[in-house]
T-cell receptor, first 114, second 113 residues
Framework: AQSVAQPEDQVNVAEGNPLTVKCTYSVSGNPYLFWYVQYPNRGLQFLLKYITGDNLVKGSYGFEAEFNKSQTSFHLKKPSALVSDSALYFCAVRDGIGNTPLVFGKGTRLSVIA | DGGITQSPKYLFRKEGQNVTLSCEQNLNHDAMYWYRQDPGQGLRLIYYSQIVNDFQKGDIAEGYSVSREKKESFPLTVTSAQKNPTAFYLC????????????FGQGTRLTVV
């Protein structure tokens, strides 16, 4: 069975500082990993994904994520946070076996303080 | 304009009523999904469909029903058997295959009154 853990319910960071939102995963086969962002009362927006290859993946709005197979992690990062980055962030995983739906973590609320 | 449209945005249900949430996509995606979002619980899968006229139960299917008569449409019915239906419901679609991301609608907020 696939699963995702986001160990922090809330992350606070000052504007201009780097941010990290943590994610660890468990899958049977090869992992395909995704990050999404959600603003209040809206659907989820896709940020980036890891399929294979380079462990550092670049995505939308200056976000990037680092895949670490030995630690089964896929942390979301941004070098310099903006107040407008404040939102709810979800990590998701799908294994490479069949056509299974995405499995999501519980989400991490990011608050960027001016 | 391509995308996924959910309607209505807000829905109120009386006790004992069935209600149907609409989800339409014009992305030509084969797969469609329904997730339920509750505060602090993330997204939980209700039902999904990978082709027309076929669908599978997710983790919390009890009290819900779906149909997939057309590729573009995947309506969700919340029945009176769902004891705690108040939640934010999200529909998504994707191309088939493990490497494809899912695209989400804007959600329907259902409240029992």
């Amino acid at each position: 069975a696939q699963s995702v853990a986001q160990p922090e319910d809330q992350v606070n960071v000052a504007e201009g500082n780097p941010l990290t939102v943590k994610c660890t995963y468990s899958v049977s086969g090869n992992p395909y990993l995704f990050w999404y962002v959600q603003y209040p009362n809206r659907g989820l927006q896709f940020l980036l994904k890891y399929i294979t290859g380079d462990n550092l993946v670049k995505g939308s709005y200056g976000f990037e994520a680092e895949f670490n197979k030995s630690q089964t992690s896929f942390h979301l990062k941004k070098p310099s946070a903006l107040v407008s980055d404040s939102a709810l962030y979800f990590c998701a995983v799908r294994d490479g076996i069949g056509n299974t739906p995405l499995v999501f973590g519980k989400g991490t609320r990011l608050s960027v303080i001016a | 304009d391509g995308g996924i449209t959910q309607s209505p945005k807000y829905l109120f249900r009386k006790e004992g009523q069935n209600v149907t949430l609409s989800c339409e996509q014009n992305l030509n995606h084969d797969a469609m999904y329904w997730y339920r979002q509750d505060p602090g619980q993330g997204l939980r899968l209700i039902y999904y469909s990978q082709i027309v006229n076929d669908f599978q139960k997710g983790d919390i299917a009890e009290g819900y029903s779906v149909s997939r008569e057309k590729k573009e449409s995947f309506p969700l019915t919340v029945t009176s058997a769902q004891k705690n239906p108040t939640a934010f419901y999200l529909c998504a679609s994707s191309m088939r295959g493990p490497v494809t991301e899912a695209f989400f609608g804007q959600g329907t907020r259902l409240t029992v009154v």
